[in-house]
């Protein structure tokens, strides 16, 4: 079969893993497809965290016999461990199956190079790096995740045309520090459902006492993230009730009620300690949303792979609070409601 036809094929697997975007996290996002005399006669993907596989969910919808004359495509090499599931590998060889097209081989270190090393000794035809690039950018989260040990960081934040994220002193009507309009606000609720976890600084969290949930999108609130150096904080916040878990890294305490865990960090080091928590805990992503301090922070240490960022070209706050230095030279933006958004790759 041609590399043409192999990657029209992997590019239907793409479409299909895509659908697992915030329900399957930390596990990758992988989809699968069956064909047969040059047409797919079966889909899958993985569909949500702990349920079944992007393979066993294409061959369950084929008899054995058929199997055995198809070619499997897979968006990212087949595991050959006990997680969760059984071993994809496995199903793959005891069903059969003589061909399979992989996208990327899986970084995780139970699984890299093994599960393709298990399908070739049993006598199956592998090939792999169909659409790598594409692949990779899909579970750009994982694939950080295991190769740098951290999760993948978004740095998100909203500023004036004159470079402000904030009015200053900050006024009682928040509604006069408001910077982005409603088709905004939404796209941001959609971001929080596709990442594990949200994160900010004290001083946006008492200045502004935000839900950090997202209620104006369909899916899974995000884990709250809170840098609080003293917890000199009022019990009452938003964050602190049962929408969602939250963590508070501080300096003063260790200790875990029912929905909050406070974890005792090296403040300078806090960066550094709050990626350590997220690999630990598995956390594979974070959208951090400020405010200046907290993102620059992270600008700093270079602990960041992407950065979206508003601008509102009709609001001058003439003074404030100024946003984190950026570099947008060059970059055109696209259009969300009366707003430009940038995004940036960290390369």
């Not at 793959?92 to 399908?119: E, F, T, Y």
């Amino acid at each position: 079969m041609s590399i043409q036809s192999h990657e029209t094929y992997m590019k239907r697997c793409l479409e299909l893993a895509a659908q697992g975007l915030g329900k399957v996290a930390p596990n990758p996002m992988v989809g699968c497809v069956l064909v047969y005399q040059n047409q797919i006669i079966a889909e899958g993907y993985h569909e949500v965290y702990g349920s079944a596989h992007a393979e066993p969910n294409a061959i369950r919808q084929v008899n054995d016999e058929l199997l055995k004359d198809c070619t499997l495509y897979v968006t990212l090499e087949p595991c050959s461990h006990f997680g969760k599931t059984p071993p994809c590998a496995d199903l793959i060889i005891d069903k059969g199956i003589k061909h399979v097209v992989i996208g990327n081989l899986d970084s995780n270190p139970l699984v890299s190079g093994k599960g393709v090393q298990k399908l070739r000794d049993s006598g199956i035809t592998v090939e792999y790096g169909i659409l790598d690039k594409e692949c990779r950018e899909l579970n750009k989260r994982f694939f950080t995740f295991h190769e740098q040990k951290r999760p993948y960081v978004i740095l998100k934040w909203a500023q004036t045309l004159d470079g402000y994220i904030s009015r200053w002193p900050i006024p009682e009507n928040k509604t006069e520090n408001w910077i982005t309009g409603n088709e905004s606000k939404q796209l941001v609720h959609s971001w929080r459902t596709q990442e594990q976890a949200i994160l900010i600084g004290h001083n946006t969290l008492v200045a502004d006492n935000p839900l950090l949930t997202a209620r104006l999108a369909k899916g899974k609130n995000p884990i709250r993230m809170v840098l609080s150096k003293y917890l000199d904080l009022d019990s009452n916040l938003n964050v602190f009730n049962q929408d969602a878990p939250t963590v508070v890294f501080n300096t003063i305490q260790q200790k875990t009620n029912e929905y909050t865990e406070f974890v005792k960090i090296d403040w300078t080091k806090r960066v550094q300690e709050v990626m350590r928590y997220c690999f630990e805990k598995g956390i594979s992503s974070v959208i951090v949303e400020g405010g200046t301090q907290t993102i620059e922070q992270f600008m700093q240490t270079n602990t960041w792979d992407e950065a979206r960022l508003f601008v509102n070209p009709n609001q001058t706050f003439v003074n404030g609070i100024k946003a984190p230095a950026i570099n947008l030279a060059n970059l055109t933006p696209t259009t969300v409601g009366q707003d430009w958004l940038y995004t940036l790759q960290n390369t």
